[in-house]
């Protein structure tokens, strides 16, 4: 059963309470698992969710546990004071922010190493070029 909420939240848990379907985040992203559907219920900040989904269960624990502990980084000051909605929209936040973060390192070290691949690849040209006219002088 869910902790009982403000009335600002009530919608979220009303739709939080029934299983959700994984299968539909499958178009956002297409890297869950294909199987036969499993029933799996996780716990986050204090309120249980049932999910039915095609993912590895014990994945979904472990990412359950990953929001959990971001949970736990806001304090116990937070947890008595927000409620397990407040808590997920903060740690989701806070996951969206370092996923961000770390896409936007992922393209500059991509668009780094495409650079550093050019000059490379442009100094051997070189280099061959050079060779090669040597050995037609030669």
Request: proline share 4%; no cysteine; net charge positive.
């Amino acid at each position: 059963m869910l902790p009982r909420s403000s009335p600002s939240t009530r919608p979220f848990d009303r739709a939080a309470r029934r299983a959700l379907t994984l299968s539909e985040a499958r178009k956002y992203r297409p890297a869950v698992a294909q199987g036969p559907q499993n029933t799996v219920t996780i716990e986050i900040a204090g309120a249980r969710y049932r999910l039915t989904t095609d993912s590895d269960r014990e994945h979904l624990r472990h990412l359950a546990r990953v929001v959990e502990a971001r949970i736990d980084e806001l304090g116990e000051k937070a947890r008595r004071a927000a409620s397990p909605a407040q808590l997920l929209a903060v740690a989701a936040l806070s996951l969206a922010e370092e996923l961000e973060e770390s896409e936007r390192r992922r393209r500059s070290l991509r668009e780094r190493t495409a650079r550093v691949l050019r000059e490379v690849i442009d100094r051997i040209d070189g280099r061959l070029a050079a060779a090669v006219e040597r050995d037609s002088e030669g």
